[in-house]
T-cell receptor
């Protein structure tokens, strides 16, 4: 299995500011994803965090708004830039272990409230 | 129309009841996940299926690829089973990226 930690676990931020969320995994993984869950909604994939190269963003998400870093195989950050109340969500990272079973594990999430 | 539909959206059951949550999808998939999300927001993967049936404790998951349908069953439900259950699929050719259903909120009462 994989143990994933996220920091911060929650934050309340002012409109117009930026927040960087960290995701740390206890083992090296190739595939790491960032998801958003808006209030009352299901999860939506923001991007795939690629080690050593730019993240791959899904439709509707752009690098200027959600820059992602992946400096190594155990760590990634997601920044939510120039925040507005619409960015209030739970942000989760997830990983797929490098095994034949493709087991997917999720971080505990970061609950963000933008005032 | 969502590519992944779940029913029911909300479910209340009494302790001990047998529970079924359904998931239908309209795209080709390589695998399907059942996830559990507790009120704090953390998500746990319960099952990953590509065919047949899997059982873990009181949980059973089945999938019918031809009918594009999966079910999650909980036997002898307990209040600690109260959570949101989410069906998510890996669309064929999408390198393990998940497409999620809207979730089923389950409340098990004493």
């Amino acid at each position: 299995s994989a143990v994933i930690s996220q920091k911060p676990s929650r934050d309340i931020c002012q409109r117009g500011t930026s927040l960087t969320i960290q995701c740390q995994v206890d083992s090296q993984v190739t595939m790491m994803f960032w998801y958003r869950q808006q209030p009352g909604q299901s999860l939506t994939l923001i991007a795939t965090a690629n080690q050593g190269s730019e993240a791959t963003y899904e439709s509707g998400f752009v690098i200027d708004k959600f820059p992602i870093s992946r400096p190594n195989l155990t760590f990634s950050t997601l920044t939510v830039s120039n925040m507005s109340p619409e960015d209030s969500s739970i942000y989760l990272c997830s990983v797929i272990l490098d095994t034949p079973y493709n087991e997917q594990f999720f971080g505990p999430g970061t609950r963000l409230t933008v005032l | 129309k969502n590519e992944v539909e779940q029913s029911p959206q909300n479910l209340t059951a009494q302790e001990g009841e047998f529970i079924t949550i359904n998931c239908s999808y309209s795209v080709g998939i390589s695998a399907l996940h059942w996830l559990q999300q507790h009120p704090g927001g953390g998500i746990v993967s319960l099952f990953m299926l590509s065919s047949g049936k899997k059982k873990h404790g009181r949980l059973i998951a089945t999938i019918n690829i031809q009918e594009k349908h999966s079910s999650l069953h909980i036997t002898a439900s307990h209040p600690r089973d109260s959570a949101v259950y989410i069906c998510a699929v890996i669309r064929t050719g999408t390198a393990s990226k998940l497409t999620f259903g809207t979730g089923t909120r389950l409340q098990v009462t004493l």
